[in-house]
């Protein structure tokens, strides 16, 4: 059982720049595709970006693309969402989620979540 624990969110103005990382434990993190999803309140929850197991390959929501970068470490097993150019409408819950197979930009094929980190964006 994979277990994924986020960190990095906060405060940052408009313009600014995060690193959020995603630590995960108790699996073999390069079977597992990773993605990362936002939810703001009164919204559902939305695909940001995902990798592939290896990392040779992203895919990317096109309101981040160009903002964001996604990035893993197998080693560290790790995944990272690199956010620069924020923007109010970022400001959100941003969680992780890992699974088997190849990444998807649907949170129903994801099989383990994170409890999600803050990321606010003040104008």
């Known amino acids: 059982q994979l277990q994924l624990v986020e960190s990095g969110g906060g405060l940052v103005q408009a313009g600014g720049s995060l690193r959020l990382s995603c630590a995960a434990s108790?699996?073999?993190?390069?079977?597992?595709?990773m993605g990362w999803f936002r939810q703001a309140p009164g919204k559902e929850r939305e695909f940001v970006a995902a990798?592939?197991?290896?990392?040779?390959?992203?895919d990317y929501a096109d309101s981040v693309k160009g903002r964001f970068t996604i990035s893993r470490d197998n080693a560290k097993k790790t995944v990272y969402l690199q956010m620069n150019s924020l923007k109010p409408e970022d400001t959100a819950n941003y969680y992780c989620?890992?699974?088997?197979?190849?990444?998807?930009?649907?949170?129903?094929?994801?099989?383990?979540w994170g409890q999600g980190t803050q990321v606010t964006v003040s104008s």
């Open positions: 108790g699996g073999t993190f390069s079977r597992y595709a």
């Open positions: 989620a890992a699974r088997w197979g190849d990444p998807s930009s649907s949170d129903a094929a994801y099989n383990f």
């Open positions: 990798i592939t197991k290896s990392g040779g390959s992203a």
